[in-house]
């Protein structure tokens, strides 16, 4: 699932995109966002930023002008620009604030001579 800020700051997202030239970035995508409450939609031509064998980074800025784009869930279509090929089609949620923080780690340190052993009752 995507999760952006909708501000006018860009926005950076990872994909897997089924079919696309996983050795250039010059086929330029075409990402159709739907709001799934309202039916609005959002369209941003990208050329991505990078891509590899198992992903693809794109970066769209959503609060862009008059561009201000409603909280809530999304279904993203990404589309290759000159051949019209659905290359992935994803959920995505669009906020003011991220509400999903990354997590944070703390080792266990404290209570166990043996913290590598597993037991098993």
Partial sequence: MIQIKNANIEQTFVLKLSGYSTTSTAVPLL???????SGQQFAFVVTPDSTNGRY???SITPG????KMDEGLYLV?????????V???RLAFV????PFGESTYEAYT???ITAYDVYIP
């Fill in 31 to 37: 990402l159709i966002w739907v709001n799934q409450l």
């Fill in 56 to 58: 693809t980074q794109l």
């Fill in 64 to 67: 862009l002008g008059d561009l």
């Fill in 77 to 85: 279509n990404v589309y290759d620009v000159t051949a019209n090929t």
């Fill in 87 to 89: 290359f992935a089609t």
């Fill in 95 to 98: 906020s003011d604030t991220i």
């Fill in 110 to 112: 404290t209570g166990d």
